[in-house]
């Protein structure tokens, strides 16, 4: 086991386990990210995956805003990428310039040879992504204790569809061809997918990662069925074969989080999914997510980052109302946004808003 200074804040640790809390604990997704100015003093001429790939600029960019909000703030979240697993099984990835992710080489039909190759492949996890794992160590060092880590993966489904589309899509022609025409193909994908985010998640948290989400982006472009087939299944293998390979580390179990942005139809299969905490967007009432979850999962989210842009007025009101929602945050409810931080916002704004999550909740 490594050695690392003891948790000097385990607010969001004892949340995702359940406990009742002082007030709720409080983080963003992309809080490291380019809407704060030092992230671009770090990030130099370097591109997205070099910094990713740098143990050194990915902590420093890591650590930026639980600097800037310090005492604000529960938990860092590991800078990475959810593509680099791809990039792991062989396929080429680019970050372009205001277009985001790019796959010059996408699979194109199972009779693709990259597809077999792909299958084929004995992907080892621990020696490609090292580099996540000596960012995610000196991360902890950095940190010493201020907050626990966040780990995370991308979702088997969400991992297809960039892999078949070669980047982000608007009408996802290409992977919905794929599961309906060749469903069978698809899942033989999927299922290697998930194996290979089991081995990943492990050795996050071999490299000291305390708690774990899986990102499942793309989820919005299946119909309830679909997502039953193609997602569900898949999500479920991550959370019950996590633990098993965690034990055959002699490592301890740490909390999952799954997040299935778009798919408000599933939140009862959700939350027997294995997962301690399910993330939601900023589709999802929180007193009706809170209805359905009737205490089985701890809650993450969920106000819609566009607030962000609406000024102080509109930030309190939607802070209100998430904080009734949520039933005033002293159980089962972790503080987020829907979905992570856009472009442009003022980090200011930000502030404000966990400013406010914490005038409307600490007792």
């Not at 910094?51 to 902590?59: G, K, R, T």
């Not at 396929?91 to 194109?108: A, S």
Request: aromatic letters at 12%.
């Amino acid at each position: 086991m490594r050695e690392f200074e003891p948790l000097k804040n385990d607010l969001l640790l004892r949340t995702a386990r359940g406990e009742r809390v002082e007030r709720p604990p409080i983080w963003v997704m992309r809080q490291a990210g380019r809407y704060l100015p030092e992230y671009h003093e770090a990030k130099g001429n370097h591109d997205f995956f070099e910094c990713c790939q740098s143990p050194e600029i990915a902590s420093t960019l890591t650590l930026q805003p639980v600097e800037r909000f310090e005492g604000l703030i529960d938990a860092a979240i590991i800078f990475s990428d959810i593509l680099v697993i791809p990039q792991a099984m062989g396929m080429t990835v680019e970050m372009v310039d205001k277009k985001g992710p790019h796959f010059p080489d996408p699979l194109k039909s199972p009779s693709d040879e990259q597809y077999e190759n792909i299958l084929k492949k004995n992907v080892d996890v621990k020696k490609e992504l090292d580099y996540v794992y000596k960012a995610i160590t000196l991360t902890r060092q950095k940190l010493r204790g201020r907050v626990p880590l966040y780990g995370f993966c991308g979702a088997p489904w969400t991992l297809l569809c960039y892999m078949v589309e070669g980047g982000g899509s608007k009408l996802f022609v290409q992977v919905k061809t794929w599961i309906y025409k060749y469903p069978n193909e698809s899942k033989k994908l999927l299922q290697k997918i998930a194996e290979l985010c089991v081995e990943y998640l492990a050795w996050q948290i071999e490299a000291g990662a305390q708690i774990v989400m899986v990102f499942d982006s793309w989820a919005a472009e299946l119909s309830p069925s679909s997502f039953q087939e193609f997602s569900l299944p898949y999500l479920r293998y991550i959370s019950g074969h996590l633990p098993t390979r965690l034990s055959e580390l002699g490592l301890g179990k740490v909390p999952m989080v799954v997040f299935a942005k778009g798919a408000w139809y599933a939140l009862e299969d959700l939350c027997e999914s294995g997962y301690a905490v399910v993330g939601l967007d900023w589709l999802q009432d929180p007193a009706r997510a809170v209805e359905i979850a009737k205490g089985r999962v701890v809650l993450q989210g969920n106000a819609d980052p566009g607030i962000l842009y609406g000024g102080r007025e509109a930030i309190t009101a939607v802070v209100e109302d998430m904080v009734k929602g949520f039933g005033g945050g002293k159980q089962g409810w972790i503080a987020n946004l829907g979905h992570g931080i856009t472009p442009f916002v003022d980090p200011s704004d930000l502030k404000f808003y966990f400013q406010e999550i914490h005038r409307l909740t600490s007792s």
